[in-house]
Nanobody
């Protein structure tokens, strides 16, 4: 069974940096795309960044130039490097992945979500 395990959240001062990681466990899949969403207090979940297996990386306007998403395909792990963090970046960050697997004679793409990791930016 495939699982996404997140790590790297925590408390950081404004202007600081954090790196989140999202590791996919299991076997028999290929990553179609992977990304990060976040949900701040009293807010809806919003896309932060997304990287497809092929194609352009997408960033939300509010993180452009500060956050960088990248993958280590050999480890089936995605990372979100967050720099120049602001108090408004405080949220629970969720990684997600679209994973393709072959079963029953056909290919299927399913969505998977991590458990979420808290990022708090405060002095």
């Amino acid at each position: 069974q495939v699982q996404l395990v997140e790590s790297g959240g925590g408390l950081v001062q404004p202007g600081g940096s954090l790196r989140l990681s999202c590791a996919a466990s299991g076997s028999g899949f290929s990553i179609k795309s992977v990304g990060w969403y976040r949900q701040g207090p009293g807010k809806q979940r919003e896309l932060v960044a997304r990287i497809p297996r092929s194609g352009n990386t997408n960033y939300a306007d509010f993180v452009k130039g500060r956050f960088h998403i990248f993958t280590d395909n050999a480890k089936d792990t995605a990372y979100l490097q967050m720099n120049d963090l602001k108090p408004e970046d405080t949220a629970v960050y969720y990684c997600y992945a679209d994973l393709t697997s072959y079963r029953g004679g056909a290919y299927y793409t399913d969505d998977y979500w991590g458990q979420g990791t808290q990022v708090t930016v405060s002095s």
